[in-house]
């Protein structure tokens, strides 16, 4: 009997976890995986799988310590220690030494890129796999193999893609068309948080009519990602820099038309990619664009005197610092300003 309400309870576990997916508030995203947590803490403990049970616990426990702070890195690494007492309580064979290298490899890959977390989580849920198997634990064996076989997927739709790079190019838009900014709103809701980034409405408030205002990156006919410039007021410009906190709230009275042999002050807005293509050469072919880019402005006696920029993702970091832009403070630990002059 214990056997039987273990594995329901996995299932319903994972059943709860896909439907906080695509839960729209962040109440019953968070209320869902709760539940779900608690029913795979019921599952370990039925299945008499004791390592299992107690870092589903401490996880839990876990999670709201990364919700209510944003120390994720510092609350990962201090709270290594515990994994290791758990192992040691539970005994240090290799069945549970396999659980605790998971969950580790599971937290930290979560602090990095998305890569590095899609490859992170394959290896994670492979070992889990193999733990569940142990115990016999078909609803765990199933939920987590599913989860190591998308990010296999993923993984394997990225080396694809990165085989066929040559088809990838940039063009600099004068104008962008209404089926232009509906790519560059799906790219923002699939690669950039809710809080970074704007709806449909204010895309096109503030560049649709704007010439000069993006670079697209085409895979053959196809936008898979861009990098976004708002010609910006000085005045305006000069309280991004001194901003404390991370700033986009424009009106379209900030945003600038271009004009010939005047000093522009630019805000790099945003380094949006789709995450499949995230790979050297692609990064190498936007880094190029944007300095042809102020180039092509400056042959033309548009002045760019300087751009700052608020880089909230690793692709951003690593743009930015590749073309000399200087760290001006640290927004949050995972938003950075930086500024270049030209």
């Known amino acids: 009997m214990m056997y039987v309400i273990g594995q329901i309870c996995g299932l319903i576990a994972w059943i ?14 968070i209320f869902y995986q709760i539940l779900a947590s608690i029913l795979y803490i019921v599952n370990y403990y039925c299945l008499g799988a004791m390592t299992g049970l107690w870092i589903s616990l401490f996880e839990l ?34 069945v549970d030494m396999i659980a605790i290298v998971g ?40 939920s987590d193999g599913f989860v190591m076989v998308s990010n296999l997927v993923i993984l394997i739709q990225g080396y694809n893609k990165y085989l066929h790079r040559s088809s990838i190019y940039t063009v600099r838009s004068l104008f962008i068309s209404k ?6 709103e799906k790219l923002d809701r699939q690669n950039l948080d809710r809080c970074y980034r704007w709806d449909k409405d204010k895309i096109e408030d503030l560049t649709k009519k704007k010439k000069y205002s993006y670079i697209l990156v085409k895979d053959e006919n196809k936008v898979i990602g861009y990098v976004n410039f708002l010609n910006l007021d000085e005045k305006m410009y000069k309280k991004m820099i001194k901003s404390e906190e991370f700033f986009d709230d424009f009106k379209s009275k900030d945003i600038l038309n271009w ?4 000093k522009a002050y630019v805000n790099l807005n945003a380094i949006v990619l789709n995450d499949v293509y995230n790979n050297k050469n692609t990064i ?6 944007i300095k042809r880019y102020i180039n092509f402005m400056r042959r033309n006696r548009y002045y760019i005197t300087e751009i700052c920029s608020f880089a909230v993702n690793d692709l ?17 630990n995972e938003c950075f300003l930086y500024k270049k002059e030209i």
């Open 259 to 262: 004009t010939k042999n005047r």
């Open 16 to 29: 709860l976890l896909l439907i906080s997916y695509h839960a729209k508030r962040e109440n019953k995203v």
């Open 179 to 184: 089926k232009t900014v509906d790519v560059i």
């Open 284 to 289: 190498s072919k936007i880094e190029n664009s």
């Open 103 to 142: 969950s580790l490899i599971d937290g930290y890959v979560l602090l990095k890129n998305k890569k590095t977390m899609v490859i992170g989580g394959a290896i994670s849920y492979f070992l889990w796999v193999i733990y569940d198997a142990y115990f016999l634990d078909f609803s765990g064996v199933i």
């Open 61 to 94: 426990v876990k999670s709201f310590g990364y919700y209510k702070t944003d120390k994720d890195e510092y609350i990962y690494f201090f709270t290594i220690p515990i994994y290791f007492l758990i192992l040691y309580y539970t005994g240090f064979n290799l």
């Open 316 to 332: 951003e970091v690593t743009i930015l610092e590749q073309l000399g832009f200087e760290k001006v403070r640290n927004i949050t």
